[in-house]
């Protein structure tokens, strides 16, 4: 053999042959290894679940929730159909013998996706920006004078602002404890009791109420900006399950004090309604943003781990590279 070749001669020990030592690391990226169809497959698993979580996240949290209760639901289930397409590309693929690693990797990353992002924009939509549209869906009054106006008054009022002397009676408040504490306590009208006839029992429609910031033992209320000595405004209470709790605590107080209270309609007591309400919709948002962003960072990682995992022929990730003529080798 040539001298080129390593090959000794002669007295030196006759004819042998050093082979490079395979490489043992099976972690990092081998470019040689990732081609255009693995880079073709992976830019698949990496824009198209991002764009799922997004359209079932936005459709599920803002408006059109809000707008067509029913309907939305529809249009979150279009976003199941990369998820069906890649179920049938899977099976095809099975079917004629070819490797089926990344049309199952992608399956589960659009469902997971789709299931990510509904469960997301429905929570964000019940715990956020419901409150926001049904509150914004309402009218605004200005100073209402407790003493002269019912609750069937104000059943469409969304945010009340009161009148100057408007205040909260906490020493007359009350709770009903069902896992959670729920608190009310009645707005009093400027001047004193508010009453509809002479000798007739005082009668209080409008009440402010507040979740575990009070206790059994204890009844003044301590919700919401009860020590702020300019608030005199009323956000309205807009979840309905609260609401038969907060209507049983005020059944409560009824019995309690000696009151009546026909028709309660409940308020959030602060001092500015309107920014009160933006809250709503800028947590919401905010949490929008943060999960999409997250969702994308950890379906980009998963992304890159599966390149690395999918870019052997076998499945043996961590075997030795059988050399050809090696018995094992098949």
Same mark, same amino acid.
């Given at each position: 053999?040539?001298?080129?070749?390593? =090959?000794?001669? @002669?007295?030196?020990?006759?004819?042998?042959?050093?082979r490079k030592t395979p490489s043992k690391s099976h972690v990092f990226f081998e470019r040689w290894r990732i081609n255009g169809p693995i880079l073709l497959k992976a830019s698949i698993c990496f824009l198209i679940? #991002?764009?799922?979580?997004?359209? !079932? +996240?936005?459709?599920?949290?803002?408006?059109?929730?809000?707008?067509? #209760?029913?309907?939305v639901?529809?249009? +979150?289930?279009?976003?199941? =159909?990369?998820?069906? &397409?890649?179920?049938?590309? !899977? &099976?095809?693929?099975?079917?004629?013998?070819?490797?089926?690693?990344?049309?199952? $990797?992608?399956?589960?990353?659009f469902f997971a996706a789709w299931a990510a992002g !509904?469960?997301? @924009?429905?929570?964000?939509?019940?715990?956020?920006?419901?409150? &926001?549209?049904?509150?914004? =869906?309402?009218?605004?009054?200005?100073?209402?004078?407790?003493? *002269?106006?019912? @609750?069937?008054?104000l059943?469409? =009022?969304?945010?009340?602002?009161?009148?100057?002397? !408007?205040?909260?009676?906490? *020493?007359? @408040?009350?709770?009903?404890?069902?896992?959670?504490?729920?608190c009310v306590a009645p707005i009093l009208a400027p001047g004193g009791m508010n009453a509809v006839a002479p000798g007739s029992p005082a009668s209080y429609d409008l009440w402010a109420v507040g979740k575990n910031c009070c206790s059994s033992d204890n009844p003044a209320f301590m919700c919401g900006e009860y020590r702020n000595p300019d608030a005199r405004s009323g956000l309205r209470q807009s979840n309905e399950d609260e609401r038969v709790y907060f209507?049983?605590?005020?059944?409560?107080?009824?019995?309690?004090?000696?009151?009546? $209270? +026909?028709?309660p309609i409940f308020f959030h007591w602060? *001092?500015? #309604?309107?920014? +009160?309400?933006?809250?709503?919709?800028?947590?919401?948002?905010?949490?929008?943003? &943060?999960?999409?962003f997250s969702h994308f960072c950890i379906n980009a990682f998963i992304?890159?781990?599966l390149m690395n995992a999918f870019k052997y022929s076998n499945r043996a990730l961590f075997a030795e590279e059988k050399l050809p003529g090696h018995y094992m080798s098949h």
């Open positions: 053999m040539p001298p080129g070749y390593d =090959a000794k001669h @002669g007295d030196e020990g006759g004819m042998s042959i050093r679940p #991002p764009m799922i979580f997004m359209w !079932t +996240a936005t459709v599920l949290s803002f408006s059109m929730h809000f707008t067509y #209760p029913k309907r639901w529809v249009v +979150a289930f279009i976003a199941l =159909a990369p998820v069906l &397409f890649s179920v049938w590309a !899977t &099976f095809k693929n099975w079917q004629i013998g070819l490797d089926t690693r990344w049309s199952m $990797a992608s399956t589960f990353l !509904t469960v997301f @924009g429905d929570v964000n939509y019940l715990v956020n920006l419901h409150n &926001f549209y049904f509150v914004s =869906a309402l009218k605004s009054y200005s100073n209402i004078k407790p003493k *002269e106006i019912t @609750g069937t008054q059943m469409d =009022a969304g945010r009340v602002q009161f009148a100057e002397g !408007t205040r909260l009676k906490v *020493e007359m @408040g009350m709770s009903f404890t069902m896992w959670d504490t729920y209507a049983l605590a005020v059944q409560q107080a009824e019995a309690a004090y000696g009151i009546t $209270a +026909a028709h602060v *001092e500015d #309604p309107d920014r +009160a309400l933006q809250t709503f919709f800028t947590k919401g948002f905010r949490a929008w943003v &943060f999960m999409i992304v890159v781990l």
